[in-house]
């Protein structure tokens, strides 16, 4: 039996994790004692992050907080990447994992409204101005978040993509994932979706052009991508 990575489950967790999240705003029914058992690492590894970060001294920058933020985010996410939700009832699954996300949304939401105060003139948190690192945690953040963000912020990444300022790939994530938002074919192909349990990718806007695209952005060969995902469990 091949062996499925954490990287493997956590890059398939992050693709899902749109669709999923759109079915877990109704309130869980009572937990039961396994599936709170199963998903108190999540609020731990929230806590002791926060924790951690509140030791430290205050951030000195704008860059500095977003690299914060991005930890903790990050910190949950992997934590819930962790979680084996087979090892408790069917009934309990998806109460349990609906509290869970719960927990991710929470830091989402401070994390989103914390950024949208940061936001420079210029629109967006750029590598020259402030580092490779907290520019990427803006794009988590922002790309974790809704298609209205994804929508103020595509357009801006856009040519800052074009000049070096911000990741081609993270671009290129973000207007996929607006565009599956919003009904459209995607351009560089990295949003898959669930089909008779296989993970396969969604529509795509000229697929015979797809790696001139992803070059272009310093993406891998879309055949190298897709066969990333070779391994990964069964979906639903």
């Known amino acids: 039996m091949a062996v499925v990575s954490k990287g493997i489950v956590m890059l398939v967790a992050a693709i899902l994790a749109p669709a999923f999240a759109a079915q877990v705003m109704a309130a869980p029914s009572e937990l039961s004692p396994e599936a709170l058992a199963l998903i108190a690492p999540v609020g731990a590894t929230i806590a002791q992050v926060r924790a951690k970060q509140a030791a430290r001294p205050p951030p000195r920058d704008d860059a500095e907080s977003l690299v914060r933020m991005g930890e903790l985010e990050q910190a949950a996410r992997d934590a819930v990447g962790k ?73 801006v990444l856009e040519p800052l993509a074009a000049k070096g300022e911000v990741a081609g790939g993270e671009f290129a994530l973000m207007y996929d994932r607006l565009a599956g938002s919003e009904g459209r074919p995607q351009r560089y192909g990295s949003q898959m979706t669930c089909k008779d349990g296989k993970l396969v990718p969604r529509p795509i806007e000229d697929p015979d052009r797809i790696d001139a695209r992803r070059r272009a952005m310093g993406m891998t060969p879309y055949a190298d991508y897709l066969a990333s995902f070779a391994d990964a469990p069964p979906c639903r």
């Open 83 to 155: 979680l084996d939700p087979s090892a408790i009832p069917a009934t309990d699954r998806r109460n349990a994992m609906t509290a869970v996300w719960r927990q991710v949304q929470a830091v989402d939401q401070a994390n989103q409204k914390a950024l949208l105060e940061m936001v420079p003139p210029e629109g967006w948190f750029t590598i020259t101005r402030y580092g490779r690192e907290a520019s990427h945690a803006a794009f988590l953040i922002v790309q974790h978040a809704n298609p209205e963000l994804w929508r103020r912020f595509v357009p």
